[in-house]
Structures are given as C-alpha cells and as structure tokens.
C-alpha cells in the first residue's frame, strides 16, 4: 500500500510561482512512477506531469510544457512540482497519483495509478 499527501497549494498571481510537494510512504519510494493531475471545477481530472521511478523520463501536457517542472527526491521520498508563470486557467485542485514499477497504460490517463493523494487547492487570480 502507497499513502501520498500533497502541501504546498494555495493562492498566486498570474504570472507567480509555486512549489508543490507530493510526500509518498509505505513503499520504497525508488520504486514509484509519480504524475500530477489537476481537476478544475465542472471539469475533468487532466494530466499534467509524470515521472519515471528512477527520474530518468518526464512527460508534461503541452499546456504546461516550459513552466512546469516536476523533480524527485528519493532520499526524502518526494516529488515537487515547481510551477511558473502561472495562468488564471492552471487554477484546480492537484492531485499526486502513483504506481508501482512501471505503467501499464498511457502516462497521461488515470487509469495506470493505482494510488491518489486527497489534492491540494491552487488559485491563480488577481
């Protein structure tokens, strides 16, 4: 079993920053493919990022692509999610989802992740 929590949501500007944390225990972390998902109101959950066990591969969506960056920390047992010039349109609840070894579907649908953290609310307005 995998517990996830993210931290690190809240409220920005356009054009701000912010750092999202995805905590993972009850597994050797090494061992996890890691993605971000983000569900804005009245609309689908969508992918944002993923990244590979070991660190090696990263896949962004295209509307993130040059302002997001996703990193792990296997020491530490986390995933960040450093966000950039963010838009009114990247506000949504951000979850941390998760899966053992590899994934067993495409990278950027729910289906492969087996695991999900509970989200975490960010807000970019003036």
């Known amino acids: 079993q995998v517990q996830l929590v993210e931290s690190g949501g809240g409220l920005v500007q356009p054009g701000g920053s912010l750092r999202l944390s995805c905590a993972a225990s009850?597994?050797?972390?090494?061992?996890?493919?890691v993605g971000w998902f983000r569900q804005a109101p009245g609309k689908e959950r969508e992918f944002v990022t993923t990244?590979?066990?070991?660190?090696?591969?990263?896949y962004y969506a295209d509307s993130v692509k040059g302002r997001f960056t996703i990193s792990r920390d296997n020491t530490k047992g986390t995933v960040y999610l450093q966000m950039n010039s963010l838009k009114p349109e990247d506000t949504a609840v951000y979850y941390c989802?998760?899966?053992?070894?590899?994934?067993?579907?495409?990278?950027?649908?729910?289906?492969?992740?087996?695991?999900w953290g509970q989200g975490t609310q960010v807000t970019v307005s003036s």
């Open positions: 989802a998760a899966t053992i070894g590899v994934l067993r579907g495409p990278y950027y649908s729910t289906a492969p992740y087996d695991y």
């Open positions: 009850g597994r050797t972390f090494s061992t996890l493919v």
């Open positions: 990244i590979t066990a070991r660190g090696g591969n990263t």
